[in-house]
């Protein structure tokens, strides 16, 4: 008897919430074992294909792709398993039926799509009708083979169809079956005690070596050698599309090529006006050339088709190197102003398709993107994210599935720091666990120590299929040909693999993104408009406003979209510099693994004299004062110093950006040093460049996509400068950036601006700004439904409300409603005496009155309810309850900082305001304050340590929590309260922050607001 056997149904992890292992580790197993051919066939889906395939490339196996296709409503399936091309297309058609039709049936549709496929069948009965059909099948069976008069054996040999073994595995080893089940029951929403036997896969079910399968079909050996004969069949290694570029069609029959030249030339005489200079024509010239000869053309006019129906954008990523993308209106910075490498977009050594990321106001996105889909009905689809199981998730689903109260479980995983990654957890999920300071305080008591190991082992198995925030692909033949399609919960169709594998299936990827700060730009100019100032936005210039420069060198940026959180704020102040160059600068190097290099530029960009690691580098790197702040760099650095190719180059780019990138660093590091050293270059020089291009790892940006980024921050910076009330306005009424409306509140308070409470009689719904006042929206008042606010809208417009009653009469607000108005004070106008108690007595009569009239009866007394007629003498209210229920209604109080609600605790406590630090630089301070946000991040060694941003009345201040102080502190800082923080104050650069070595939150007798 020969002693292999081909597996040919394999689950993966992608075979969600049933599979436990990954496509990576089942080829590693497979090789081990001996293997060299495989197939993959998740249950429905095709999402680990390329995983699959290049985990098969890695150990030197041949791939066999395939699926099991299920039927949701009969107990019908079968693993289909492609021969070859058509087979794999007919495959991806079969799937996206199985997903998209509601009336699938699998014995119905399958003989239909059958043409290249090897059909894999367990039931006598739709062996026998496929057969008929004309379908290639195969008897399929299980982990140990039936008798001889098994109805599907019978059915086979009086048909003269092939039995095959198909032992079929869900995990890699036996002890992989806990995890099979742990998801099985996740998945069921089932304790596991509970989890029915036929909810899982049979316990034997992991992938065995050749000789163990063999050993359990020891009885049919026919089974073992007819697999190995249908596996030489199965040539079909995996789908070659080429480079899959969007439809483009000419209504007058020109070619893609000839309309983008019209259109880009049309383009750059209006972006320019008038006649065109060599440089720009030369530089057209080159472009089109380029993108014509890789076939591009196509994909440049269809995102200009999509860009033109909004009317702000902004183009971004590398694609903003290019001046026909400028031309077209798909970006808007111009690079030749800015020097912007148009290689490192497209250069003729590229084989993998670019991508065009284009940002669109947040709230404009989603009709954009329903335009191209139902443009391209049938030809387009959204990308795929491949949601998987971070440490949080797992632990509380599997806490769940063990049984464990709610509160227990949320007082364990409200612990769990957000910021970790599976590659954290190498010593475990409990040892970890017990070692960070956030949870020292927990006692983990059975059954946690076995929840955290079982939690431990799903942490990065797929969870479920979701879409990405804007990725969609277009395709010349119908899309459900190239990759399976499925309907996402939200309604539009999304391709089954992630961004990841539509690049590398071919598939060109459009990003049409969502942005904030797009909304705040537009809303805050139209608020300008309403106010009665214009400006012309085709001639705006905002970073050649010198007031705009001098905002963004301060670090006065909150609410400016790139350049307003603390580590650019901070930056900013010590570099100086506001001006447009050093902003794209800034935008880039303030990346995670860069701090040192920050320090050696601030050095640089004051005067400090360098001189280039090396004279090679010296034109690549002068305008960044020697130092890699670009991801191009790297490229050019490669290309420079080790005499790379403009491909290879771009390929270490890419590698060092990638997280499973250890073997292939070191292949690149080799070449690297080698080719350096044939160029004279020392072994130290040339480790001090790869060591500043290892800074790159995690993310970091290219100059065009910096530069994008800085017009943006430069818009917004701009209408802050000139016009702060109506800029504040549209920050919060979009509800972006980094900020909390408490800290953009303040903000606007710092800035002189009055906030007025909302009030029905003329607070819109959004926050609107004027000179210098600042109004509320009723969006700020919480629990206050899009439905009421809608109708308060609608009566206002029709008649001024006269009193509270009417305003009840009109708007039916429900109870919770009406309080929240009246204790945020948006009703203070509807009461002469500005009374909130009155206004409460007024609602309670106005309720009784409606009960009575419904003829409701007081339950003690059985008589009608009678409201009160005339309304009490009040007591003066109390001032502290009132601003209490103001801030519990708003998140904020609109006239002072609810830092001086504690005013009598702090002045006891011999505490500095936040706007003395800076003259008191080298001492050690107390300072009562507010936290807004906070960052953690972790040092070279590994430790914890944050970045927390707190506020008093008079100023903002950035503290940094070092390990020791993290250690202590971090269980008791919560978002949100104020704390007494002590610790010595810093300078860099002229920026002040606070290193605190002590910090305690500040109580009151009573309960802070």
Known sequence: MSDQLIPLTVRSHYSLMQGTDSPAAICRAARRMGYDRLALTDTDNLYGLWPFLHACREEGITPIVGAEITDPNHNHRAVCLARDAAGYANLCRLITRRHRDPAFELAVALPGL?????????????????????????????????????????????????????????????????????????????????????????????????????????????????????????????????????????????????????????????????????????????????????????????????????????????????????????????????????????????????????????????????????????????????????????????????????????RITRRLPGFWHRGELDAGLLEGLRKRPETRLLDFVEPWPQIMALAQRIIGIPRHLSVHPGGVVVTPAPMDGYVPVERAPKGVPVIQWDKDGAEDAGLVKIDLLGNRSLGVIRDAVANVAANGTTFDENRWEPEDDPATRETVALGRTMGCFYIESPAMRLLHRKAGSGDFDHLVIHSSIIRPAANVYIQEYLRRLHGGSWDPIHPLLADVLDETFGIMVYQEDVSRAAVALAGFSDAEADGLRKIIAKKDRRRQLADFRERFMAGAAGRGVSTDQADAVWQMMMSFSGYSFCKPHSAS?????????????????????????????????????????????????????????????????????????????????????????????????????????????????????????????????????????????????????????????????????????????????????????????????????????????????????????????????????????????????????????????????????????????????????????????????????????????
């Open 114 to 410: 059958a043409d290249g496929l090897l059909v894999l069948v367990n039931q006598a009965g739709l062996l026998a009708a496929w057969h008929r059909a004309g379908v290639h099948t195969a008897a399929a069976l299980p982990r140990h083979p039936p008798s001889p008069f098994h109805p599907l054996v019978r059915t086979a040999r009086r048909l003269g169809i092939p039995v095959v073994a198909t032992p079929g595995s869900f995990f890699l080893e036996p002890d992989g079956f806990a995890v099979h089940r742990l998801l099985r029951a996740i998945a069921g929403n089932t304790a596991l005690s509970r989890l029915p036997p036929g909810d899982t896969a049979p316990s034997d079910a992991w992938l065995a070596t050749p000789g163990e399968y063999c050993r359990r079909f020891n009885g049919c050996r026919e089974a073992v050698e007819n697999t190995m004969g249908l596996a030489d069949e199965l040539r079909f290694t995996g789908p070659g599309f080429g480079l899959v570029m969007p439809p483009w069609r000419d209504k007058n029959g020109r070619s893609a090529d000839d309309c983008l030249r019209l259109a880009a030339y049309a383009g750059a005489r209006k972006r320019y006006g008038g006649e065109l200079g060599e440089a720009v024509v030369e530089r057209l010239e080159h472009e089109l050339a380029v993108i014509a000869r890789m076939g591009f053309s196509a994909y440049f006019l269809v995102v200009k088709e999509i860009v033109s129906q909004s009317p702000r954008t902004c183009g971004r990523g590398s694609a903003a190197a290019s001046l026909v993308a400028y031309s077209l209106g798909i970006t808007n910075v111009c690079p030749v102003k800015h020097n912007l490498y148009f290689g490192r977009f497209l250069n003729p050594g590229r084989s993998d398709p670019p991508d065009i990321d284009v940002d669109f106001a947040w709230d404009e996105r989603d009709p954009v993107i329903d335009g191209v889909l139902d443009r391209f009905a049938g030809h387009a689809a959204m990308v795929a994210s491949h949601i998987r199981f971070q440490p949080r998730m797992a632990l509380r689903e599997t806490a769940r599935v063990f049984g464990m109260p709610n509160g227990e479980i949320g």
């Open 709 to 1009: 980024y800085a017009r943006v921050s430069f818009q917004a910076a701009f209408l802050k400068t000139h016009h702060p009330a109506e800029f504040m306005a549209a920050v919060i009424s979009n509800r972006g950036g980094f900020y909390s409306t408490f800290a953009y509140v303040s903000e606007a308070r710092r800035m002189g601006l009055a906030v007025d409470p909302p009030d029905v009689a003329t607070s819109r719904i959004r926050w609107t700004g004027d000179g210098r006042r600042l109004r509320v929206g009723l969006m700020a008042v919480g629990g206050l439904s899009e439905a009421t606010m809608a109708t308060i809208m609608a009566c206002r417009q029709r008649s001024e409300f006269r009193d509270l009653t009417d305003f009840l009469d009109r708007v039916h607000p429900d109870e919770d409603e009406a309080r929240a108005l009246i204790h945020c004070g948006a009703l203070d106008a509807l009461d002469t005496h500005r009374s909130r108690t009155r206004l409460l007595w007024t609602l309670a009569g106005w309720q009784a009155n409606r009960r009575r009239s419904r003829g409701q009866v007081d339950l003690f007394s059985s008589r009608p309810l009678a409201g009160p007629e005339t309304p009490p003498a009040f007591p003066p209210e109390d001032a502290a309850t009132r601003l209490r229920r103001e801030f519990a209604v708003l998140g904020f109080l609109c006239r002072r900082h609810p830092i001086t609600r504690f005013a009598h605790v702090i002045k006891a406590l011999d505490t500095v305001k936040a706007d003395r630090l800076p003259g008191l630089v080298g001492r050690r301070v107390r300072l009562a304050a507010w936290l807004i946000t906070g960052k953690v991040v972790h040092t070279r060694h590994g430790d914890p340590m944050e970045f927390l941003t707190f506020e008093d009345e008079t100023g903002i201040v950035e503290t940094t929590f070092f390990p020791e102080a993290y250690r202590r502190f971090c269980h008791t800082i919560d978002r949100n309260r104020p704390y007494l923080l002590a610790g010595k104050v810093e300078a860099n650069w002229g920026a002040v922050t606070l290193t605190v070595d002590h910090a305690q939150m500040i109580r009151r007798r009573g309960k802070p607001p």
